[in-house]
């Protein structure tokens, strides 16, 4: 697959729009909330693009990607929206709104797999089997051009897992269960937020 690539420095371009759904990945010098920072935010519409965005670690002043994450009009798929979410509110001050989640999808629709994992799912669903070396690697400099194919591949499936995920979800008569379970995932970031790490509804 050929990707389009486009790198931008500390927002998006004023010229730049999007459609009516969006996939959106965040890359983090860790996954600490309190030690660890916000590093990159890619997206793409589904046409095999990519549009990265490296923050100003100094300054996350990003007015017009700001606006596109609060557009309630605009769906935007994550995978693992849980961890994007946390590290968007602390460092672009943004709830994101109209959010959907593929790793929740998943969960609720393959409940004949255990793995759902991002790569697994690219693989079942596109038959691609692609490399996660790179996501332990340092996204807080000058970013390489295998770096900007790694964040380019954590957005530009996202779409085409949704369709999967969507049409067994109508399947198996759970699509409701998983709207009103992806409802409660901005209250999961706050309670994050408030260092509440664990199950809440535990005993």
Not at 37 to 61: E, F, T
Not at 159 to 183: A, F, G, P, S
């Amino acid at each position: 697959m050929n990707l389009d690539i486009k790198l931008h420095k500390r927002d998006l371009p004023d010229e730049i729009g999007f459609s009516d759904k969006i996939a959106i990945d965040c890359e983090f010098t860790g996954l600490n909330i309190e030690r660890d920072r916000l590093c990159i935010l890619q997206i793409s519409s589904g046409k095999h693009d990519a549009h990265i965005i490296q923050l100003d670690k100094d300054n996350y002043h990003a007015p017009n990607l700001k606006k596109i994450l609060n557009d309630n009009n605009t769906s935007k798929i994550f995978h693992f929206a849980r961890a994007d979410l946390l590290f968007i509110k602390k460092y672009l001050e943004v709830d994101v709104k109209n959010v959907n989640c593929t790793k929740i999808m998943s969960k609720i629709a393959r409940s004949y797999s255990d793995k759902h994992g991002l790569k697994d799912l690219i693989k079942e669903f596109l038959g691609i089997d692609v490399s996660k070396q790179l996501q332990t690697s340092d996204f807080g400099g000058e970013l390489t051009e295998k770096q900007l194919k790694y964040c380019a591949q954590d957005v530009v499936y996202l779409h085409k897992i949704y369709e999967c995920l969507e049409k067994i979800l109508i399947r198996e008569n759970r699509i409701d269960l998983y709207k009103e379970t992806v409802k409660f995932i901005n209250t999961r970031v706050k309670l994050d937020f408030a260092s509440f790490k664990e199950d809440i509804w535990s005993h």
